[in-house]
């Protein structure tokens, strides 16, 4: 098919996104080509799509135009679209018309513009650039670009308050663009595609509101709970779990429930000022969504990196991870700019707390949480109560010696447990050859013998902290959760191996070592639960409210 036909065939028509991410019950490139078959048999006059292997699956069943991406995680830790010449030359192969790639000021300054002149040279197929901003299109389209697609507007820390799909501004692209504009991104109904065509695009590329099954579900579920939690008086809480590299933030539920969430980029290195207005906004965005939920929070809760003077809210300590945020009072800052009630406490507590209230420490009195990304936190439940020790600082897991004069470590030490369990320790475990501990998770599910490797070197390490932990308190349970378990039950087994050469006596014990229940949002349902029991505990037991209210 030759450009002009393959814009001929686009041409006021709808373009339908299928992609499933790391983790969905869809994702399976033999599934999408299901869904893409779905969409043509609807209507579709293309198809978007993500990896070579979901590309050559879509290609066996349609002939319709197909854009291919490639996501890869940056080593920044943030996901760029197809962001070398080689994956686009492997989409082209697999099967894809044309290929898009981020445009934006990140996607510019890892060479995009150069990326769009060698694809148009050496592949010969039109190139999209998915953009943020009117300025990143114009450059786009001076550089080659063949259309200009709006998909990353309200992904992008200056676009970060764009929430919502704005035909305005593609109406703004279309004035100020010299190639085709297509809109795409957060359009999730007929009339905002109708809206799109009004404002000047050349086609819709809609995704998330025809082909993701558990976000379309969702928003009827959440319909339905808001309506009945108006009507029978269950509460809501706004939780934000303040990470290094993001923010996630959403309002829960008193049974549990996330009827909104959402994530940001986290300014960890601006200093405290910068963090304190950071969450300020945060939480009045939080707000306003509550609003349009039909909602008023009761509370708001906040889980950050640190050890937390729970009463006042200050941040008692904190490594460089997130610099001058030590003696920040921020329970008294966030209340005064509010006037929400504010629970503050550690991230690692936090989800500690958010597994007691709705995951798998329901029935659990004694048990053990660990996050494990960036560094390694332990949040531990003793006779029903979270140990927060004598002066805040408990649970401090990730910082005790493991190694003499070893790694250099973010709290000023060398040789903490932390700097051989976390993200980093398991690129360097690995020798360096994939850029991002998720690359090298998928690369062991791939039988990558030096990915496997790394994986059983760094549950080793964590084993022989555990197994200091387990000695000492007993636990029923340990829940592991945070990006380095997710999709990686070698840990765990690994773990569990070790765990049972090193504990004395074990098989007593029963312990049982589990991933989290409640996934990629698990510190925002944890400060939220904090929340809720800081209004708890200021009213009468007979309007406490408990997880399984």
């Not at 989409?91 to 894809?96: I, P, R, S």
């Not at 420490?361 to 660990?370: N, Q, V």
Request: aromatic share 4%; with cysteine.
């Amino acid at each position: 098919m030759t450009s002009s036909e393959i814009s001929r065939s686009m041409r006021g028509r709808l373009i339908v996104s299928c992609q499933a991410a790391n983790g969905d019950v869809f994702h399976d490139p033999q599934l999408m080509a299901r869904f893409a078959a779905a969409a043509v048999a609807g209507g579709a006059a293309g198809i978007r799509a993500n990896g070579c292997a979901d590309v050559s699956a879509i290609r066996k069943v349609t002939k319709v135009p197909i854009i291919g991406i490639e996501k890869v995680l940056h080593q920044d830790g943030l996901p760029l679209i197809t962001p070398s010449f080689d994956s686009a030359r492997g989409l082209v192969e697999a099967g894809a018309d044309m290929v898009a790639l981020d445009c934006t000021e990140r996607g510019q300054e890892m060479g995009a513009l150069t990326r769009i002149r060698e694809i148009k040279t050496h592949l010969r197929v039109p190139v999209m650039a998915d953009v943020a901003n009117v300025e990143q299109a114009i450059r786009a389209a001076e550089a080659g670009a063949d259309y200009v697609l709006s998909t990353l507007r309200g992904y992008t820390a200056e676009t970060r308050d764009a929430r919502d799909f704005d035909p305005a501004f593609i109406e703004e692209l279309v004035k100020a663009c010299s190639v085709p504009v297509i809109a795409e991104g957060r359009i999730s109904s007929p009339e905002q595609a109708r809206q799109a065509i009004a404002a000047g695009a050349m086609a819709v590329v809609v995704g998330t509101a025809i082909t993701r099954p558990a976000d379309i579900t969702r928003s009827f579920a959440v319909t339905v709970e808001t309506e009945y939690s108006r009507r029978h008086s269950v509460q809501y809480a706004i939780g934000i779990d303040l990470g290094g590299t993001r923010t996630k933030y959403g309002i829960a539920s008193s049974a549990g429930t996330l009827i909104f969430e959402d994530s940001v980029m986290t300014p960890a290195q601006a200093g405290a000022n910068a963090l304190l207005d950071h969450l300020k906004n945060v939480a009045q965005t939080a707000r306003k969504k509550a609003a349009e939920l039909g909602c008023e929070p009761l509370a708001l809760g906040i889980a950050t990196a640190g050890w937390i003077e729970t009463e006042t809210g200050r941040v008692a300590f904190a490594t460089d991870n997130l610099p001058g945020w030590t003696g920040t009072p921020v329970g008294e800052a966030l209340s005064a700019a509010s006037g929400f009630t504010v629970a503050v406490e550690n991230d690692a507590n936090a989800l500690a707390v958010g597994e007691k209230h709705f995951g798998a420490a329901k029935s659990l009195r004694d048990f053990a949480c660990l996050t494990l990304g960036t560094g390694l936190g332990a949040g531990c439940y003793v006779g029903n109560r979270l140990n927060r020790g004598g002066h805040y600082f408990a649970n401090a897991l990730g910082h005790i010696p493991l190694v003499s004069d070893g790694e250099p470590c973010s709290c000023g030490l060398r040789g903490c447990l932390e700097t051989y369990v976390n993200a980093a320790a398991l690129i360097r475990y690995a020798n360096g050859a994939h850029a991002t501990a998720q690359d090298v998770i998928a690369a062991a599910h791939s039988s990558d013998r030096q990915a496997i490797e790394a994986i059983r070197i760094l549950a080793r390490h964590l084993a022989r902290g555990c197994a200091a932990l387990v000695s000492l308190m007993d636990p029923e349970a340990l829940i592991l959760g945070g990006g380095l378990v997710e999709n990686n039950p070698l840990l765990i087994s690994v773990l569990a191996e070790e765990l049972a050469r090193l504990v004395r006596p074990w098989e007593n014990r029963a312990l049982r070592i589990i991933p989290s229940q409640l996934g990629y949002y698990g510190g925002v349902l944890g400060a939220a639960a904090l929340a809720f029991e800081r209004v708890h505990e200021a009213q009468p037991a007979d309007h406490l409210i408990t997880a399984n209210s």
